[in-house]
Each structure stands twice: as structure tokens, then as C-alpha cells.
């Protein structure tokens, strides 16, 4: 298959390794010119120490290298996902497929990010998630994603295309499930971050993680997915990499913030993008209009963007009102 990967940051070069060992004709599209000259002579990507890329990925900063190309995939961070589906857009009418592998929610609008690319190009657009670090996709790690479409078929064309001995790609009908998963659990990855950069023990973390995941699925209930896509790799498989690994960006800026580093500064160490910082607002709003009870997202918008410290957040929501972990229902039963 003919591949672009629109996106050179880790996730997109990762992806693109893997689907060249594949056995398709990738080319990597970078935003900047420098940044595609720079691959293409150093076969070395700044997100991906130590990874060297193989011979035969082709590299472009012009979005027309998507032209009569089987497959497209999107892969920048969240905040350029609709420019670049808009600069694609021209090149896209012999491609049949369409993939979005990024994790956030648009600010303002709330669309995820299928529907972004999908807006642009009038297209059915494939989300693919789950727990899967570049940083291993990049070494050859095995690993287990998703891919999410209405229209099975091409779910399962997606599967075909990165399935392999070390890639074990699922089909779902559930686009938003696997999106909001997704952008949601990066929240309360960087909170997790933040309770280990205060010091607090695995007993926290399990507690955030728990009620972080019901909180996920609470939201995206009410915005249309299905439960059972919480409990799947895009839900708690991706929520417990997150918060547990320490190539989690989410949670690498959580400990920093954790442990007194304005959120900013702490941002800039990280060095590649934090799309829990981004999430946590657009979750917040999207809770508002959706009225869903969302505590840890709350008071996660409530540190990163009103300046409240961060140990005052987390004692609050141990003291908020006593509640059951049953809905009122259970008890009736
Ligand atoms: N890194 C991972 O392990 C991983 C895994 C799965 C999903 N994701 C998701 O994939 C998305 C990309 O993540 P990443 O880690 O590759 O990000 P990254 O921080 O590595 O991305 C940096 C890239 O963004 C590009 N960029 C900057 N401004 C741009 C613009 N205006 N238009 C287009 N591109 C621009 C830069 O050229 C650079 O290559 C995120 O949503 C992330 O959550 C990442
Ligand atoms: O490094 P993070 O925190 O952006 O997470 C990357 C992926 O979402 C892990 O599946």
C-alpha cells in the first residue's frame, strides 16, 4: 500500500517504521521543511532518541505527497489537526483511506479528532488508539491497539494494513469511545503525575485512576460511546500506560507540576506535546454543557489553568460529599 503519515512528531515517525517494515511505501510529511530535511538526512528523529530510521521512508514537507496515496494517516498533535486535514484536503480524492491516530478534543467546539478531519475533507475518517508508546512502537515492542469506524470494512482495512507479529490492531463501531478514551485519559494521567510528583503512593494512584475511568465514561456516555469502549485497550489499557510509564509526556508534566514547576515551565521540559493540558479544558467545558459530574477533571483545570495548588485540589475531592460507588439502582436490587 501507498502510506503518507501527515505528522513527524514521535507517534507519526513510529508509525511510520512500522508500517514500512510492513511492506508499504511510506512517505512522512513534516510541517516544517527543516524538520523533513533533517530526517531525511539524519535518519534520526529528537523524539525518538536512539531510534534510527530505516532506509526506503520517503520524506516530504508538501502536503501534496498525499496525491493518489491508499491510505493517509494523521498523526500531528491535537491543536494542528484541522489545518493540516485543510492543507491535505486538495490531495485526498483517490484515497480511500482515511486514519486519525491523535489524542485531544478540539477547544472550543469539542469535535474530536475524526470528526475534525472528517469536517475537512467530507470524508469517513478511521480513529486508531490505545496504549502504545512510541517510544516502544518505535523498538518493535509488542503492543495492541484499536481501530474505530462505523463502516466495518474499513475498520477492517486499517487492521490489515498495521496489523503484525508485534501490532495487534482490534475493530470497533465505536469512533467516540475510542476518541474520548483517548483524549481523556490524558487528564488523569497528568494527575497521576502530579500525586507522585507530591509524593503520594500507589495507593493515590490506583484511587485516581479508578474513579478518573468512571468519571471518562460517565462524559463519554453522555456524548454518545459505549460503555463496554472504556473497559477496552482505548480505556483503561491506555489509562494505566499512561499513568504508569515514564514515557507518559501527560504524566512526566504531572510530576513536574507535582513537585512545584509552574505549569508552563513544566510543559517546556517535557518537550513534546502535553495534550492533557489541552484536554482538561476542553473536558471541562464539554462537562458543563453535557452537565456530567467530572471531580478529577474539575479540579485538574482548576490547577493547570487557575493557579490552585495542587494538594488543596486533591484534599477537596477527598472531602466532597460521601457518595456510593453503586448507581442508586445497585441498591434496589
Ligand atoms: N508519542 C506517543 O507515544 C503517542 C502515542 C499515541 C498517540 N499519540 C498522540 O499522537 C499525537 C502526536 O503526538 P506526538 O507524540 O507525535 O507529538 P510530538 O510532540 O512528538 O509532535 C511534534 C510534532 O508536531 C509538529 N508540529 C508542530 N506544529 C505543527 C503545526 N502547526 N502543524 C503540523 N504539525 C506541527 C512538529 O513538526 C513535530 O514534528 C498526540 O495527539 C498524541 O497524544 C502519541
Ligand atoms: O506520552 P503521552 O502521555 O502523550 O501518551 C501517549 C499515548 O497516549 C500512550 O498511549
Known amino acids: 500500500m501507498q502510506v503518507t503519515i501527515a505528522g513527524s512528531g514521535g507517534w507519526g515517525t513510529a508509525l511510520a517504521i512500522l508500517l514500512h517494515e510492513n511492506g508499504h511505501d511510506v512517505t512522512l510529511w513534516s510541517h516544517f521543511e527543516t524538520e523533513s530535511k533533517q530526517l531525511a538526512e539524519t535518519h534520526q528523529n529528537p523524539y525518538l532518541p536512539g531510534v534510527t530510521l530505516p532506509e526506503g521512508l520517503h520524506y516530504s514537507a508538501d502536503p501534496a505527497c498525499a496525491q493518489g496515496r491508499e491510505m493517509v494517516v494523521f498523526a500531528t498533535p491535537s491543536f494542528a489537526v484541522r489545518t493540516t486535514a485543510h492543507a491535505f484536503a486538495p490531495y485526498l480524492a483517490e484515497t480511500p483511506l482515511l486514519v486519525s ?19 475537512e475533507t467530507g470524508r469517513t475518517v478511521v480513529a486508531l488508539s490505545g496504549p502504545s508508546h512510541a517510544e516502544e512502537v518505535s523498538r518493535g515492542i509488542p503492543t495492541g491497539v484499536v481501530v474505530a469506524c462505523p463502516e466495518r470494512e474499513l475498520a477492517e482495512r486499517v487492521q490489515n494494513a498495521f496489523m503484525c507479529s508485534r501490532f495487534r490492531v482490534y475493530t470497533s463501531p465505536d469512533t467516540a469511545g475510542i476518541e474520548l478514551g483517548a483524549a ?30 468512571a468519571e471518562v465514561a460517565r462524559l463519554g456516555m ?3 460511546a459505549h460503555r463496554e469502549t472504556f473497559a477496552g485497550l482505548a480505556g483503561v489499557g491506555d489509562l494505566i500506560v499512561t499513568c504508569t510509564s515514564m514515557h507518559s509526556r501527560n504524566r512526566r508534566a504531572g510530576i513536574l507540576i507535582g513537585q512545584g514547576v509552574p505549569v508552563q515551565e513544566a510543559m517546556k521540559q517535557v518537550g513534546a506535546v502535553v495534550e492533557g493540558y489541552y484536554a482538561a479544558q476542553s473536558a471541562w467545558e464539554l462537562a458543563q454543557r453535557k452537565n456530567v459530574d467530572m471531580p478529577i477533571t474539575e479540579a485538574a483545570y482548576a490547577v493547570l489553568y487557575e493557579g490552585r495548588d495542587p494538594r488543596e485540589a486533591l484534599n477537596s475531592l477527598m472531602l466532597r460529599d460521601r457518595t456510593s ?3 442508586d439502582a445497585a441498591w434496589a436490587r
Do not use: F, H, P
Open 101 to 119: 491516530v491523535t489524542k485531544g478534543i478540539e477547544e472550543g467546539t469539542g469535535y474530536r479528532m475524526s470528526e475534525l478531519v472528517s469536517q
Open 184 to 213: 481523556l485519559k490524558n487528564v488523569i494521567a497528568l494527575c497521576a503525575g502530579v500525586c507522585d510528583g507530591m509524593g503520594y503512593g500507589d495507593n493515590t494512584k490506583a484511587l485516581l485512576m479508578t474513579r478518573g475511568l
Open 222 to 224: 453522555a456524548l454518545g
Open 325 to 327: 460507588e453503586a448507581e
